[in-house]
């Protein structure tokens, strides 16, 4: 990003900093920066700055680990938990130096996931109302989002450490009858603190003050918004492209994350703000649905990455990706005249 410095931070002298900022590979859009610091004292303590990440799963084609996804976020299957999520990726990709990692304790932080939970409101009630559907179709959806402190104990050059991962995450699924067939699913905040065992470190005033002292840089904040803005050009002006419901979707969650690290952070103030996130298209995209227009007229929503709607004029649709199938034709459906509906432009 033109070599802009993006944050600046207070540290205590003798203190050690590792790690910083990069830019991963051009695929993967929806993440044009990850931000990964550690903050280590003399004797083991550490505040510790993740990267948020994205991901997608698609359980009918899967993909490879952490693969680029057409939507710009990597692949990855949706974990049981995040503890177990962070377990997994600390046992393919082990820091030196560290043994007998142990996971301690999951547990959900209630006020911020309540939190979180009333900024996402109108997507669970797009959700909601998407059951409704699934009786006709079959087709549903599941959202959820919460906030998770995760307790992990290792040893590290000798020393026994504890450390508290505070970690927000969210998922959105698409079920088939009931099972689960594809879904997005994000990490917006992660960061942590480290001390010894048995210690008092969650209150130590020096981990604290590093986190509450991050300021962000105007110019770098003007510079990643310009970004957000132009990729929203660039997928918009496509607004029947799957790629551009996808990413809409992510734009939404990257508003949401910055809201949620100001909740963190008390003072985190960067924004990804979305520059048309009022335009109804954007919109039906961050709910993953397309308007159709009916032959009496009417307009409906439905479930987007469908390539094929058909309607009795009755109320019912069947949404499909298979150009030679006909309704009509197909004995197993009510004989009843089936018509093809396109999307509203």
Do not use: C
Request: glycine letters at 6%; charged letters at 20%; proline letters at 6%.
């Amino acid at each position: 990003m033109q070599d802009i410095v993006a944050t600046t931070v207070l540290v205590p002298e003798g203190w050690q900093v590792e790690g910083g900022i990069t830019r991963p590979a051009s695929q993967f859009y929806s993440m044009p920066v990850l931000l990964d610091v550690k903050f280590i004292a003399p004797d083991g303590r550490q505040a510790r700055q993740f990267p948020s990440m994205s991901f997608e799963f698609n359980y009918r084609q899967p993909a490879q680990p952490f693969s680029p996804t057409s939507g710009g976020n990597m692949y990855l299957d949706l974990p049981q938990s995040p503890g177990a999520w962070l377990m997994d990726m600390s046992r393919k990709q082990p820091e030196p130096g560290i043994s007998d990692l142990r996971l301690v304790s999951e547990a959900v932080v209630p006020d911020l996931t309540k939190q979180l939970q009333q900024n996402n409101a109108a997507t669970y009630q797009t959700v909601q109302q998407s059951q409704a559907m699934a009786m006709q179709t079959g087709m549903s959806m599941q959202f959820d989002t919460q906030a998770t402190a995760i307790v992990i104990q290792y040893t590290k050059d000798g020393r026994q450490l504890e450390e508290t991962i505070l970690m927000t995450w969210q998922y959105l699924v698409h079920l088939w009858q009931g099972q689960v067939t594809h879904g997005t699913w994000s990490i917006g905040e992660m960061r942590s603190l480290r001390g010894s065992v048995g210690s008092a470190y969650l209150n130590d005033p020096a981990l604290q003050a590093i986190f509450q002292s991050a300021r962000p840089n105007p110019v770098w904040v003007q510079e990643m918004n310009r970004y957000w803005s132009e990729i929203a050009r660039i997928l918009n002006k496509g607004g029947t492209d799957r790629r551009n419901q996808a990413w809409a979707a992510h734009q939404k969650r990257m508003q949401t994350m910055n809201e949620t690290s100001d909740i963190i952070a008390n003072g985190w103030k960067a924004r990804n703000a979305i520059s048309d996130a009022g335009h109804q298209r954007t919109i039906d995209s961050i709910h993953e649905v397309t308007p159709y227009q009916t032959p009496a007229g009417q307009t409906v929503k439905l479930p987007s990455f469908y390539d094929n709607v058909h309607t009795d004029n009755n109320g019912r649709y069947i949404l499909h990706n298979d150009s030679y199938y006909e309704p009509n034709r197909d004995p197993t459906v009510n004989s009843v005249d089936w018509h093809r509906i396109e999307q509203q432009r």
